[in-house]
């Protein structure tokens, strides 16, 4: 599995960034993607979750952070608005089997983290 996330940078307390996820066409097909973050100090999180079931939001991306797909790219995409210095972190997609990880706290089992992109909000 190849997921690749890249858009972020250093933005001001209240700002917005767009991080793009870029997948193979059979990861894009086959598997149903999320966002993840982790932060200096902390375990990796969920952050939003997209599926045929709908999108899926942590209660700290809820209202915040919308999560989409293009198909023809085989591409997912986190908007990120009303950016906090807590949402500071490195942020990842993987997968996340029907968002069970963000919606009932099942355990994370992706393991092809790639590098990451990495958010920093200023305050």
């Known amino acids: 599995v190849q997921l690749q996330a890249s858009g972020g940078g250093l933005v001001q307390a209240g700002g917005s960034l767009r991080l793009s996820c870029a997948a193979s066409a059979l990861t894009f097909d086959r598997y149903t993607k999320g966002w993840f973050r982790q932060a200096p100090g902390k375990e990796r999180e969920p952050v939003a979750c997209i599926s045929m079931d709908g999108p899926f939001y942590s209660d700290s991306a809820k209202g915040r952070f919308t999560v989409s797909k293009n198909n023809a790219q085989s591409t997912v995409y986190l908007q990120m608005d009303s950016l906090t210095p807590e949402d500071t972190a490195v942020y990842y997609c993987?997968?996340?089997?029907?968002?069970?990880?963000?919606?009932?706290?099942?355990?994370?089992?992706?393991?092809?983290w790639g590098q990451g992109t990495l958010v920093t909000v200023s305050s």
């Open positions: 993987g997968t996340d089997t029907d968002c069970l990880v963000i919606r009932v706290g099942a355990p994370i089992t992706f393991d092809s």
